[in-house]
């Protein structure tokens, strides 16, 4: 059973970085991708960052390019997205995504079976 636990969120002014973490356990490091997403009350979520985890080739939405890098770290099946340069825009909802394979279809949602319980991104102004 693959079950993902993110931590790291909270509040933070306008400019400033945050780290979101996620841990992993049962077997999904291995040639995974792994992504992180966010959702905003009443919208679609929408893919933020993934990684795969067999070559470490990353993949970033455009509103986050720049700002917002992903990492992992193998040794302790952790997957880490920091945020720099926060705006108010990116006050959400942040969840952790996985599934086996490559990231080709890392921006969408039902591409990903496995989901962590998401954590809350406040950036105020």
């Known amino acids: 059973q693959v079950q993902l636990v993110e931590s790291g969120g909270g509040s933070v002014q306008a400019g400033g970085s945050l780290r979101l973490s996620c841990e992993a356990s049962?077997?999904?490091?291995?040639?995974?991708?792994m992504a992180w997403f966010r959702q905003a009350p009443g919208k679609e979520r929408e893919g933020v960052a993934a990684?795969?985890?067999?070559?470490?080739?990353?993949y970033y939405a455009d509103s986050v390019q720049g700002r917002f890098t992903i990492s992992q770290d193998s040794a302790k099946n952790m997957l880490h997205l920091q945020m720099n340069k926060l705006k108010p825009e990116d006050t959400v909802t942040y969840y952790c995504?996985?599934?086996?394979?490559?990231?080709?279809?890392?921006?969408?949602?039902?591409?990903?079976?496995?989901w962590g319980q998401g954590t809350q991104v406040t950036v105020s102004s």
């Open positions: 995504a996985a599934d086996f394979g490559r990231c080709d279809s890392w921006q969408l949602p039902w591409a990903f079976a496995y």
């Open positions: 049962g077997y999904i490091y291995s040639y995974a991708c």
């Open positions: 990684i795969y985890t067999g070559s470490d080739i990353t």
